[in-house]
């Protein structure tokens, strides 16, 4: 079955430096990769979206990468700061149904001033 | 900008009783989703909706729930007979495309006594 696999362990970064978060994939060959965004108690917020015939995508100091071949992604936070403590998910469509989500177990991000 | 609502934010339930979540997704998207989130646990996908009727449904969304879209605005959950272990957040999400980027409500939490 389709397995999503986010470091569960807590990034903790200094402010100012980059967060780099992987979000690995097996048994499944999805046609794109999203990433969100959720505080606690909060419901998840849409960051970016890569399609697999896109290595890279940016969105102000965001940004993703797509490995198609590694079934891998990598998130970047540049010049993180203590407001983009939160935590971070990986979600890709189901096989045989595009809409339907799987999200991975997010990683948490601790950014210290 | 435009946002998907929620309501109740809160709703406290005896097991046995009927719960109705309710959603109101952005108003130009035409699919419409639930997901659910245990505390501590991923979010997991219930069920999708599109053109009046169910897309596609996960194991969870058995016969004690349904959706159903009564007007223009709303979309709405119902358990019918809640259990201990329905207890989660449950986020409302849409998207105004096929396999693209779904924007999330800031969830119900369902508490069942």
């Known amino acids: 079955s389709q397995k999503i696999e986010q470091n569960s362990e807590a990034l903790n970064i200094q402010e100012g430096k980059t967060a780099t978060l992987t979000c690995n994939y097996t048994?499944?060959?999805?046609?794109?990769l999203q990433w969100y965004r959720q505080d606690p108690g909060r419901g998840p917020v849409f960051l970016l979206l890569?399609?697999?015939?896109?290595k890279e995508k940016r969105k102000e100091r965001l940004k993703v990468t797509f490995d198609t071949t590694l079934k891998q992604s990598l998130f970047h936070i540049t010049a993180s700061q203590p407001a983009d403590s939160a935590t971070y998910l990986c979600?890709?469509?189901?096989?045989?149904?595009?809409?339907?989500?799987?999200f991975g177990g997010g990683t948490r991000v601790l950014v210290k001033p | 900008e435009p946002e998907v609502t929620q309501t109740p934010s809160h709703q406290v339930t005896q097991m046995g009783q009927e719960v109705i979540l309710r959603c109101v997704p952005i108003?130009?998207?035409?699919?419409f989703y639930w997901y659910r989130q245990i505390l501590g646990q991923k979010v997991e996908f219930l069920v999708s909706f599109y053109n009046n009727e169910i897309s596609e449904k996960s194991e969870i969304f058995d016969d004690q729930f349904s959706v159903e879209r009564p007007d223009g605005s709303n979309f709405t959950l119902k358990i019918r007979s809640t259990k201990l272990e329905d207890s989660a957040m449950y986020f409302c999400?849409?998207?105004?495309?096929?396999?693209?980027?779904?924007?999330f409500g800031p969830g119900t939490r369902l508490t069942v006594l």
């Open positions: 999400a849409s998207s105004g495309r096929s396999y693209n980027e779904q924007f």
């Open positions: 890569i399609r697999e015939n896109e």
């Open positions: 108003s130009n998207h035409l699919y």
């Open positions: 048994n499944y060959s999805p046609a794109y």
């Open positions: 979600a890709l469509p189901h096989a045989a149904a595009g809409n339907k989500l799987t």
